[in-house]
């Protein structure tokens, strides 16, 4: 399945978005993630379902003014 | 200091970028006495894992961490940001940026006072980012934010404090709201006179991060924003046209 | 701090004057941590022998004390007066004052220059309390004078830094000479800011002493000359017209 | 003899400065002295006559800026 | 000049208010050179008939009119007022304040713009007192103003302009929009710095009304105006830290 | 104006050096207004003669002349120069420059007084260069001049008025003499604001030699020093803190 | 029947706008009008009803800033 | 004999001051003259005899601020 992460197109098959972490070696990490541009929490994200074209956005603490 | 019931004894919010390097920016921390300071979100990749390194190193620090939204240009990504940003860091603080124009970086009022009103719904303790403006910051206030952060000139500018009447006005304005005065300020003197104006804290971040030695910098404005807020507190002369001699003029022997 | 071959570690030189009680004063001095002090000479009676106990209270201080010839007019009243003084307070050092206009308390450079020569033939270390002028400030040099002490503004006014462009110009023309910001400075942040100014040192007295809380003051004082030397010493960031973010813009999650 | 002092006319026997500033009980104060306008070190008080009219200046430590 | 498709030859506009007499007012208007005056709307009695007095003074000025809707402090109080004034004075201009703040006659920006909108899609041709703020400036923009006119400072308040990086930033920012320093001013080298900063032209009231001589004081600030406009235009030299002496070195003759 | 009994209407002395070319110089001094411009003296040659021709244009120009001492750094260099000026222009006036720093062209004012009273005692009218110093102003009046000319800024930075502290206090003190702000002024503003800090007049010439339209900025020079003396003797309103809506409260309508 | 007429009370008989204008004295003047907090044109006044305790208010040109 | 004319060398026959002026083709113009850095009115140029290692300046009118 086609899916766009982070801005980049991934080939990916998951059927959730806890299991495209997963598969994107994030499943540990502290993370937050948003699913077309809405805020997805981390307890949704099991049963977030993904489809061709969804655009996931996986973001990490950074340096900040 | 209290900020949303949180006490701090020092009146220094430090940024967190722009530092040669992340051993540098703890240098700096330290040596600014900050317990505070701010941080972003940014993608992460399963590649660099970039940003778990970034947080392992911050909460080592053991200050109170102050997420932003900033380069938010819409209320929609501001609060999205946030929301994203309160359960990564575990905070219901969020430095709101809600950007109205690029190069300037300036505050845009009116999406920052919509931004508030949805975030304070949700349960956030907001630390807005705005302008002087007085009827901006009344709104803010209404939205229910408990802390206002007016800039004192553009982010990364170094001019210091562009419009010392408005800042002075607001000041006046709202005795008994904590202001910070964020953004723009260049030298420890600058610090120290927001101070003397009345503020009660300083958030600084480019001023530190690109000086020559950002962990001496860092100390110097610790040191000027406990300066300035004593100074404030001892109760400055009333600055007078004429001169007056200090040295008692009775006494003076004629040697004419 | 090195004044004539004599070190300090503090950068304040303190006035004794104009505070409400000897013990304030004492208070002060300690508070600001300065380690040389202005006193001058009045006359004195056998009946109050005043000048006596002010003389034992400033020895219990354990400071340097440098006389001034506040109140002189004429090159022969300063000389004499720093004559005088030198034979009572055991020192080299005068604080060389020749005014020549009573408002302002504005200094006679003229007359400056030439008590300067004829203090420096007599042995004299002398500290003249002069103006921005550039060219006075070559003859007072020539006259054997190793510090200057141009005004920040008239003495007692408050006012800080009435002439920052003159000011500068001094100390670009003089990068080896140790300069002291003496006179008119009101609030903390006048001082750092001379210090990011490059100045070596500042002068004060009204504004420790008129203050509501002059020990709180005078420390507070002593704190920002210690950050704004601190932060010239940095290396501060170059100042620009156009805002810069702080916080990186690469990164940043797209949420539309 | 007739001496001014600290501004003040005085009516005063002082053969010298030095007797002088005993007969005003300064004689063991920290003091510097000018007469007529001129200084006179500590030194030279004992040898320094008096004159009917003289202007005599003596000044203690004080407060200063 | 050109105001919403009328040519106007001076880039002054006057108020008509606290002069001392209509004699006065109608005096100074005639020496301003102003060909826009701003007007207000208030109660009417049979008894007195005050306005239409008024009225036939200022149709005897031959000016144009800008109605004002000073002291509105919501949009349905400045809409409707604006309403009123298109039909008492005949004229789709309207100087469009919505207040936010007292003390200051600070701009609500934000009721600003929502009134804006709603006049423009009435036909009016609204003339907005602003603040210097960019955002709030590109909004009243799109709301379909064709003019801006942010505060110098507070009105009456005579301070000049208290934010010049703020209206610098503004000018900069929007280079093909007439921009009026409106409120504020109070001497003509005021007015003259808002011309050479790039402004297109002044609103002026209380320093013309309030002058020992309102008439003269209203010759000077139109000359002011002029002046500073023709230095814009002529291209003035580049500031420089140095000096640089006029008179030419070559050639001097050797008198030692 | 009047300057040593000479009578004048305009309040703008222009010099004539830096022009693009002879003739743009006579269109800025024609359009300036100017009645007196500046000149000085240079080593001439058989072979050219350029001085002849300057001196033909000179003439043609119908204005007064004042020499200077431009370039001189020593009392004899002044006096002999201007000894020379008084046979070639046969004028008792010259402008006195006698100059102790080259980058800042920094007056020596002890140079200054000495020269000032040699060519008074010769017949001489002396216009001194000179700067703020309230003293050196006191002494030049007891050499016998009658007029003083204390810089803005550095001769050529256009930087303006660096102290007008300085300069409103050498105002105040010398209430009756012709005062002529000489060097520093950039835009036509800082010379409106000179006249209404009391100034008699001003002397100029980069600012408008320099400029890209020399003659418009010429002409708006003129005019903008006639703005500002008249905004001075018109009595400007006194600033105040707060604002004061121009527009009556009373009798608005209640639109609730 | 009673209204308020520019904020003071007024005991007036008029059945329109227009009439109490009228009966105001101020038919003739440049004067525009707002009933109740809301603009009425001029050439409403006729069909614009008053009753009992309605808010008139009646402006006119006056100096501004 | 050899002068020094502003600055520069010159190899002139002249007895006064004023034949120098004419020999260097000055004697109409308007010019002022020094003589080893001393002002030389007009009047005297006549009566001033030059001799070897004279300097002699020579100005005219030019531009100034």
């Given at each position: 399945m086609?899916i766009?992460?982070?801005?980049?197109?991934h080939?990916i098959e998951a059927a959730s978005l806890a299991e495209a972490l997963e598969k994107l070696?994030?499943a540990?990490?502290?993370?937050?993630?948003?699913l077309?541009?809405?805020?997805v929490?981390?307890?949704e994200r099991d049963g977030t379902r993904l489809s061709e074209?969804d655009?996931i956005?996986?973001?990490?603490?950074?340096?900040?003014? | 200091?209290?900020?949303?019931?949180?006490?701090?004894?020092?009146?220094?919010?430090?940024?967190?970028?722009?530092?040669?390097?992340?051993?540098?920016?703890?240098?700096?921390?330290?040596?600014?006495?900050?317990?505070?300071?701010?941080?972003?979100?940014?993608?992460?990749?399963?590649?660099?894992?970039?940003?778990?390194?970034?947080?392992?190193?911050?909460?080592?620090?053991?200050?109170?961490?102050?997420?932003?939204?900033?380069?938010?240009?819409?209320?929609?990504?501001?609060?999205?940001?946030?929301?994203?940003?309160?359960?990564?860091?575990?905070?219901?603080?969020?430095?709101?940026?809600?950007?109205?124009?690029?190069?300037?970086?300036?505050?845009?009022?009116?999406?920052?006072?919509?931004?508030?009103?949805?975030?304070?719904?949700?349960?956030?303790?907001?630390?807005?980012?705005?302008?002087?403006?007085?009827?901006?910051?009344?709104?803010?206030?209404?939205?229910?934010?408990?802390?206002?952060?007016?800039?004192?000139?553009?982010?990364?500018?170094?001019?210091?404090?562009?419009?010392?009447?408005?800042?002075?006005?607001?000041?006046?304005?709202?005795?008994?709201?904590?202001?910070?005065?964020?953004?723009?300020?260049?030298?420890?003197?600058?610090?120290?006179?927001?101070?003397?104006?009345?503020?009660?804290?300083?958030?600084?971040?480019?001023?530190?991060?690109?000086?020559?030695?950002?962990?001496?910098?860092?100390?110097?404005?610790?040191?000027?924003?406990?300066?300035?807020?004593?100074?404030?507190?001892?109760?400055?002369?009333?600055?007078?046209?004429?001169?007056?001699?200090?040295?008692?003029?009775?006494?003076?022997?004629?040697?004419?």
């Amino acid at each position: 399945m086609r899916i766009e992460v982070n801005g980049e197109p991934h080939e990916i098959e998951a059927a959730s978005l806890a299991e495209a972490l997963e598969k994107l070696g994030l499943a540990d990490a502290t993370v937050a993630t948003a699913l077309n541009g809405d805020f997805v929490p981390r307890g949704e994200r099991d049963g977030t379902r993904l489809s061709e074209g969804d655009r996931i956005e996986i973001v990490a603490p950074m340096k900040g003014g | 200091m209290d900020f949303y019931g949180v006490e701090t004894r020092s009146r220094l919010l430090l940024g967190t970028a722009q530092y040669p390097s992340p051993a540098v920016m703890a240098d700096a921390v330290k040596e600014s006495g900050a317990e505070i300071v701010t941080v972003s979100l940014r993608r992460e990749s399963g590649a660099q894992r970039a940003g778990q390194d970034f947080w392992a190193l911050i909460r080592d620090l053991g200050v109170r961490v102050l997420p932003n939204t900033a380069g938010c240009h819409t209320v929609k990504e501001a609060v999205t940001t946030a929301q994203m940003a309160r359960e990564v860091f575990d905070t219901n603080w969020v430095k709101l940026e809600v950007i109205g124009e690029e190069d300037t970086q300036h505050p845009d009022v009116i999406g920052l006072v919509e931004a508030a009103r949805v975030l304070t719904d949700e349960g956030f303790e907001v630390f807005p980012y705005t302008t002087e403006d007085l009827v901006a910051a009344e709104r803010l206030l209404e939205a229910g934010c408990k802390v206002l952060m007016p800039w004192g000139s553009p982010i990364g500018s170094g001019q210091g404090i562009n419009n010392p009447f408005g800042l002075k006005a607001l000041r006046a304005h709202f005795p008994e709201v904590p202001l910070v005065v964020d953004a723009g300020l260049g030298v420890p003197s600058h610090a120290a006179r927001a101070m003397e104006m009345g503020y009660d804290a300083v958030l600084l971040n480019t001023a530190v991060a690109k000086a020559a030695d950002p962990a001496a910098m860092a100390a110097a404005f610790g040191r000027a924003i406990e300066a300035g807020r004593a100074g404030f507190e001892a109760g400055p002369m009333e600055p007078r046209e004429m001169a007056a001699p200090s040295t008692p003029v009775m006494g003076k022997a004629n040697l004419a």
